[in-house]
């Protein structure tokens, strides 16, 4: 497999997921309510919590297809593995998805704060997200099969699918039937259902087949003893990295009214883009470094992972860069509502730059993953956690969503410049120094002062298509200076153009 296409189908579906989440905001707002939406939001925040229960399940079944792939364990042994995993994720969504459904009750009288909405449709609307919540988490197992095989491009087309009929597809449906909350979670459950589906199908498909001499798969969950360690450590740091990501969202979900709240969350998924950029590398990057490994291809593996933190250093660097200077313009010429974008605008700066230093902080991980051994990345979280929660506790419960900004910002850049360093002192000396100036630094910093001198230029707008030519006018010479101010990008310009100009 081409790890190339591979990168190229992630970011074309995963561009398109966003863009599609992100463009269609306005209508929800426009046709549902700000109220409405903030319960959507609530929703979103609901998936990320069931997360806690994966106990590194699907990390594990990507990891261990990948290590089947690259020849290292038998037929049998994977499939034993994927027997004793699915009925892990079988039991648990059964389990969770009942109790957030007997929970609906308690979370509408005693959590969640609204006046135009009737408690009645709340209630409803949380048992539906209990079972789409379920069902969505079960496709874990599914996709991560299709992710260890590497066969990310029909994921890729899968998803633009799924995202166009979740986003779009549901609006003929509340024009036939009525735009309330209670029909657009009805919709969403009917979608999840058929997408688990698919999702079963493809990876059976995937599975490898057994001789008829070969032994019973069996029921037990032994299987999962050999590689139970890995599995438990990747558990308890995404178990720690939800507390990390959501705990602002969970504590302003009980503080702010349900329509700021629905504010905030617009904010928080406009700045999540930035961290939506890292996930396609991720995806392809981990099968492939843990195969390289596996081989014992080290300098291979290390120059994937430098080549790909400058690919991500560049697109999220420049977006991160640009969406800070251009906050307000960004937000108006999408929704053409200036009291909106007035208000969000300082969130999504503040955001949108943590989170720009969050997703190159992620990279050790990527190494630790390959090798097999999660240590430092486990106590790395238990660290960022044990200082992000408290913090933002405190600063959420007095200065509310702009304060839970600034601790995010502040705690991820001192996370990306200590900590990153010490892991990389410890699984790759040498590495640490090279990775962060030429890698990142000589990419980021003069994309940044660019983008500093024009927005000091202070254009002035007044439509949503001035808000857009502002950005288009600081984002390209943004964009283009990152790029060609790395290493990786002039090699391949002096490569494909350069040399044949000479010769």
């Not at 999504?348 to 993953?369: D, E, H, K, S, T």
Request: aromatic fraction near 16%.
């Amino acid at each position: 497999m081409s790890l190339k296409k591979n990168i190229i189908a992630n970011y074309v579906s995963q561009l398109y997921v966003t863009a599609v989440g992100i463009l269609i905001l306005p209508f929800y707002i426009k046709h549902l309510g700000a109220e409405a939406y903030g319960l959507v939001g609530f929703f979103v925040l609901l998936q990320a919590w069931f997360n806690l229960l994966d106990l590194g399940l699907t990390p594990t079944i990507s990891r261990e297809t990948a290590r089947f792939k690259a020849g290292v364990m038998s037929a049998l042994s994977f499939r034993q593995i994927y027997r004793a995993l699915s009925l892990i994720f079988l039991f648990i969504a059964v389990v969770g998805g009942i109790s957030l459904f007997l929970l609906a009750e308690i979370l509408a009288n005693n959590w969640l704060h609204f006046d135009s909405l009737s408690l009645f449709s709340v209630v409803i609307a949380i048992k539906i997200m209990a079972a789409i919540v379920a069902l969505r988490w079960l496709c874990g197992l599914y996709r991560g099969v299709i992710t260890g095989s590497e066969s990310l491009i029909w994921l890729s087309y899968f998803n633009i699918a799924v995202a166009t009929f979740r986003t779009v597809g549901v609006f003929p449906i509340m024009f036939k039937f009525g735009f309330t909350i209670s029909v657009f979670f009805i919709y969403q459950l009917f979608i999840a259902l058929l997408e688990s589906l698919i999702l079963f199908y493809k990876s059976r498909i995937l599975l490898p087949k057994l001789s008829r001499f070969s032994e019973p798969i069996g029921w037990s969950v032994k299987p999962l003893m050999p590689v139970l360690k890995f599995s438990m450590t990747i558990a308890f740091t995404a178990s720690i990295w939800v507390l990390v990501t959501q705990t602002d969202k969970l504590i302003l979900s009980s503080i702010l009214p349900l329509a700021e709240y629905g504010y905030f969350t617009l904010a928080v998924l406009v700045a999540g883009g930035i961290m939506i950029i890292s996930g396609p590398i991720s995806n392809a990057l981990l099968p492939r470094m843990t195969s390289l490994f596996a081989q014992e291809k080290h300098l291979e593996m290390l120059a994937i992972y430098r080549n790909a933190t400058q690919f991500v250093a560049v697109i999220a660097g420049s977006c991160a860069i640009t969406m800070f200077f251009c906050a307000e313009n960004l937000l108006y010429a999408w929704t053409g509502d200036l009291h909106l974008s007035h208000v969000v605008a300082p969130i999504l700066r503040l955001y949108v730059i943590g989170n720009g230093f969050l997703v190159i902080a992620a990279f050790p991980y990527y190494l630790q993953y390959a090798k097999g051994n999660l240590k430092y990345h486990l106590y790395g979280n238990l660290i960022l956690v044990g200082i992000l929660v408290p913090t933002i506790v405190l600063a959420a419960k007095y200065y509310g969503a702009i304060g839970a900004g600034y601790t995010w910002m502040t705690i991820n850049f001192l996370f990306l410049i200590f900590w990153v360093a010490f892991i990389h002192y410890k699984i790759e000396p040498g590495l640490h120094l090279k990775w962060l100036f030429n890698d990142v630094f000589i990419l980021i910093f003069p994309a940044a002062c660019i983008g500093y001198f024009f927005n000091s230029l202070n254009f002035t707008y007044s439509t949503r298509l001035d808000s857009f030519l502002i950005l288009l006018v600081i984002g390209i010479p943004v964009l283009l200076t990152s790029l060609l101010c790395s290493p990786l990008i002039r090699k391949y310009i002096n490569k494909k153009y350069l040399t044949k100009v000479v010769v």
